[in-house]
Every structure is written in structure tokens, then in C-alpha cells.
């Protein structure tokens, strides 16, 4: 297993239900994360990719199955997570509307996590938390809903940030968004990956959010990894798969062949 | 009525809400000429893009009020019509297609039912008839056992399966215009251009318009003949859709340039500065 990787991932399997309801969710997904890279994962609504970066955040449901072999940076995961191991990988969640508790102030928000994980200086943190995603002072005592879409997901992203993790999972994070608030998020993204040293795993439908995140990405479909590649290859409009070309073609609006219809009326 | 004629004058229109902190207006005084054609109108939230659409069918919440100098569909006057002329037009002439089936369809009527009754309301058509022809719909809308989604339940669809109900339904009254406030958004990519490919497909069968609502500056671009772009309101610039690419407005152009591109090199994104004087 190379050192370089963040997360590695073999042969996750993970399954709802039992016996004639099981829902085999996720298929014999394999991937690896370069540490200090970002990740793409892409698929259309029920292609197991959300679940995918729940075994991993640790967030399925007790009765969910999982099988094959996650690691986080050479060390098993396993379902029982102890809390250095919780605070070293954190999740931003694509909703900023039901992800923020909305009695809570901003200063709850972050103060929260950073007390679970029984750190010191808060007051301090908080305050740096709020400068790092471009946000001042003044925010500490507002509610969520006093604050903008884009507001809220920086808040969002500065809970995630507070512990200090070293992997941030991205579940859709601008896709509730306004196209001019999610440049101004993606860039926010990049800037903390960079100083902060992170590895993302970016969850998106969108294949122009990820090739401008990501430096590679796994295409899912159906609970399977029907693909990996790296940037380059995307960018190039080199994808093999024919799903993953369907998704590049859908990602750059409607076209007709000339036949009339959209290839994906085929 | 001559094909030549605009379909939909809107002259000055004002859309203003009262709230306890006093009037905000949504929309500030958009006018446009519709003929038979498909018109995006594309904006941010707040731009007052989905106020315009529901203010044309009357279905403003109760705190809005409207103003316009002139608002005609098809030589009537909207302004002064009465209740049940509005009524008479809307859901039969005009019809509209909301951002996602699961809320738009009634979720304790089978989906059959809900487009029988369609037929029966629209179309002075025996139960029987109104059956048959809901049938011939769904396949009309490529689904493939029309049987079986005729029985089914809301819940049991699927985005798109549901989104294609409810085309089904709005195009039961052969209605002369359609008005589509981000029907596709809820949907999965490969879906959507799927449900875009019926759509335009039943438009032009039909001959009707459409005014098509959407964030998607893109999507909007490629798949309608004209855009009109809104910020704070207003109708800040009027394209053709080929000619997006050659936007003036500062504010286009800003949100043309803003999206991440899939063959970009993946540095900063150009952000949106917003000026004051775009609201003027």
C-alpha cells in the first residue's frame, strides 16, 4: 500500500436490508486518494456515491452492511471510529439550509465540535475559523438565518475546519448554490486545501466542478466504480466509458444530433 | 388569431410583496414580446425570474400585488380580465411546469386519475375516453408501460418518470403556452436532456410557446431561442441564444464567466462583482 495514500479503498461492498429487501448499495468500489490531492467522486442519484463517503465519514446506519477494506492514511477504518480518528476526517454537506442548527449561533455552531474534541483556546479558534472562510467578527453571533446560502456553507465548512482535520468529504458543497457563489466557494476550497495541507473527496453530479477540484476522479453508476482516471484524461474529452461520456455530454448542455433527438434518447 | 401575432405582450410589469418591514418589490418593470418560440428567462435566486412566470398565471402568494401598463395573451387583456376568464386560461391556454413532481402531483391520486381528470375538466370527454387518452399520452411522454404508470402511485416514480407525468398533464389542454419554471432542475443530468428532448418535441407538434426558467445560463443557451437575462428584478439584457457568447452586459458576462469549465486548467475562478449601478 503506497505511503502517499490518504484513503484506499478495496472491494467496499455495502448493503441495506436483508434477505429479498437487501439493497446492495455500493458494489465492489475501489479507489485510492493521493494525500494532498482531491478526489472526485461522480455519479447520477443512486449510484452509491454519497454512500461511499458515509461508510467512510462513518455516518451509515448501524444496520447498514459493509464489507471489503477502507483505509485512512495505512490504518483500517472500522465501523467503531475512536475520536482522534473522527477529528482527522471531517464532512461538508451539501444542503447549508439543514446542515446548520437553526437555533444555534454561529458561535455554538463552531464552538461545538472544538469542545467535543476537548481542545483548547476556543475563543481564539472560532475567531480564526471565521477569518479563514472569509468571513469577520461580526458573524460570531448571528443564526443561520441571518445569513446567506454562501454564508451558510462557509460557516459549514469552517465547523468542518475548527478540529483541524486532515481529509474534508465534500457531499454536492455548491450545488445549492448560485453559479457566482459557487466560484467564490470552490475558490474558498482550494485556498484551505492548499494552506491547510487537506485531501478531499468532492461527491458531485457535476464533471465541470470536478475537473476544476479534482486532480482525479472514479465515475460511479449503480453502486459500481465503472471508472477511474486522472484529470488530464476528462479534460481531454478522453473518458472510455460510454456512461462517463454520457455525463460529460450532458454536463455541457442540450444538443441535438442530427438525427433530432439527444443522444441520450438513443 | 394570425401565427404572425405576439402570443404575450408584457409591457412595465411590477411584481411588489408587502411585508412587516414595508414593500419590496421583486420585479421592477419587464416588458417582452412573446411569439411562438421558446424564451429562457435566466437569473439568480432573487433576480425575480419565477415572480415574472407565476405573475403571468395569476398565482402571485397573497401579500403580491402587480402593476403593468399592458399585459396581453393573445389579444386578452390580463389586467382586466375577470376571475374566471383568468381561470379559463390558465391550466387550458397557459400551463406551467414547476421544479419538482414530487410537490407538484397529488400524492394521494394515482397518476391515471390525475391526468383523467385533466381530460375530464379540459376536455368534455366520457371516463372512458378520458382513459384511453390518458394512455395515448403517457406514450406520448415515451413511457413504456403506460399501463402499469397509469396505476402507479406519485411515490413510486422517479424524478424523470414523474416530471414526464407532469408534462403529460400540462399538455392535455393543448395549451398555446408553457411555462416552465426550472423543470429540470431536480433531475439527474442524463435525465434532463431527455425530458428537454420531449418537451421541445411536444411544443413543436403542439406550436406552442414557451417561457423556460432556469438558473442554468447554459442549459437555457442551448436549448431556447431567446434569453432574457435578470438581476435585482429587471431584464438587464436580451439575447439570442446563439449570441450568449457575445453577451455586453457586464453581469452575463460575469456569470458566463464565473462557471467552472471541464476542460479548464482548474485555476481561481473570476468572481462576480456586483456593481451598484446594475440596480439603478
Known amino acids: 500500500m503506497s505511503r502517499a495514500s490518504a484513503i484506499e479503498i478495496a472491494g467496499l461492498d455495502v448493503t441495506f436490508g436483508r434477505g429479498r429487501r437487501a439493497f446492495r448499495a455500493v458494489r465492489d468500489a475501489s479507489f485510492s486518494v493521493t494525500a494532498g490531492s482531491s478526489f472526485g467522486l461522480v455519479g447520477e442519484s443512486g449510484s452509491g456515491k454519497t454512500t461511499v463517503l458515509r461508510a467512510l465519514a462513518g455516518l451509515l446506519p448501524p444496520a447498514a452492511r459493509i464489507r471489503g477494506e477502507m483505509r485512512l492514511h495505512g490504518e483500517p477504518l472500522r465501523p467503531a ?3 482522534p480518528l473522527r477529528r482527522r476526517l471531517q464532512m461538508v454537506f451539501q444542503d447549508p439550509y439543514g446542515s446548520l442548527h437553526p437555533r444555534h449561533t454561529v458561535d455554538r455552531i463552531l464552538g461545538e ?15 480564526d475559523a471565521l477569518a479563514d472562510v472569509g468571513l469577520d467578527a461580526s458573524f460570531r453571533f448571528r443564526f443561520p438565518h441571518q445569513l446567506s446560502g454562501g454564508q451558510r456553507q462557509r460557516i459549514a465548512i469552517a465547523r468542518a475546519l475548527i478540529i483541524e482535520p486532515a481529509i474534508v468529504l465534500l457531499d454536492e458543497p455548491t450545488s445549492a448554490l448560485d453559479v457566482s457563489v459557487q466560484a467564490e466557494i470552490l475558490n474558498l476550497l482550494q485556498r484551505l486545501r492548499r494552506e491547510h495541507a ?69 | 388569431m394570425k401565427r404572425r401575432d405576439p402570443l404575450l405582450i408584457v409591457d412595465g410589469l411590477r411584481v411588489t410583496f408587502d411585508t412587516p418591514r414595508g414593500p419590496v418589490a421583486a420585479v421592477r418593470d419587464v416588458s417582452f414580446v412573446l411569439g411562438r418560440e421558446k424564451l429562457g428567462i435566466v437569473g439568480e435566486s432573487g433576480s425575480g425570474k419565477s415572480q415574472t412566470g407565476r405573475a403571468l398565471l395569476g398565482l402571485l402568494a397573497r401579500n403580491g400585488r402587480m402593476a403593468a401598463r399592458q399585459l396581453a395573451f393573445d389579444n386578452v387583456d390580463l389586467l382586466r380580465a375577470g376571475e374566471g376568464e383568468r381561470r379559463a386560461l ?3 391556454r397557459i400551463s406551467m411546469i414547476l421544479q419538482d413532481p414530487k410537490f ?25 375516453e378520458a382513459r384511453l387518452r390518458a394512455l395515448a399520452m403517457l406514450e406520448a411522454v415515451h413511457i413504456r408501460e403506460p399501463g402499469h404508470v397509469f396505476d402507479a402511485w406519485p411515490h413510486e416514480l422517479s424524478g424523470g418518470m414523474g416530471q414526464r407525468v407532469m408534462i403529460a398533464i400540462m399538455m392535455v389542454p393543448e395549451p398555446d403556452l408553457l411555462i416552465a419554471d426550472e423543470p429540470t432542475s431536480a433531475l439527474d443530468v442524463t435525465v434532463r436532456l431527455q425530458v428537454l428532448a420531449l418537451l421541445d418535441d411536444m411544443l ?21 431561442d431567446r434569453v432574457l437575462v435578470m438581476y435585482a428584478g429587471r431584464v438587464v439584457e436580451t439575447l439570442r441564444a446563439d449570441e450568449l457568447q ?18 479548464g486548467d482548474g485555476s481561481d475562478l473570476p468572481t462576480l462583482d456586483r456593481d451598484p449601478a446594475w440596480l439603478r
Open chain 1, 81 to 83: 471510529r475512536s475520536r
Open chain 1, 113 to 127: 465540535p472544538a469542545r467535543v474534541h476537548g481542545l483548547d483556546s476556543i475563543d481564539r479558534r472560532i475567531v
Open chain 2, 204 to 224: 413543436a407538434r403542439r406550436g406552442a410557446a414557451l417561457i423556460f426558467i432556469s438558473h442554468d445560463l447554459n442549459l437555457v443557451g442551448s436549448f431556447c
Open chain 2, 90 to 92: 390558465r391550466g387550458g
Open chain 1, 198 to 266: 487537506l485531501t478531499f473527496v468532492l461527491v458531485s453530479h457535476d464533471l465541470a466542478v470536478v475537473s476544476h477540484m479534482c486532480e482525479a476522479l472514479a465515475v460511479m453508476r449503480a453502486g459500481e466504480v465503472i471508472e477511474n482516471a486522472g484529470v488530464e484524461t476528462l479534460r481531454a474529452d478522453a473518458l472510455r466509458h460510454e456512461y462517463s461520456r454520457e455525463l460529460l455530454q450532458a454536463a455541457q448542455g442540450y444538443r441535438t444530433t442530427p438525427a433530432g433527438m439527444p443522444p441520450a434518447e438513443r
Open chain 2, 104 to 128: 407538484s402531483l397529488n400524492p394521494v391520486m394515482t397518476v391515471g386519475e390525475q391526468i383523467v381528470e385533466a381530460f375530464r375538466v379540459h376536455a368534455n370527454v366520457s371516463r372512458r
Open chain 2, 246 to 263: 457575445s453577451a455586453r452586459h457586464p453581469y452575463t458576462r460575469g456569470l458566463l464567466a464565473c462557471q467552472p469549465r471541464v476542460d
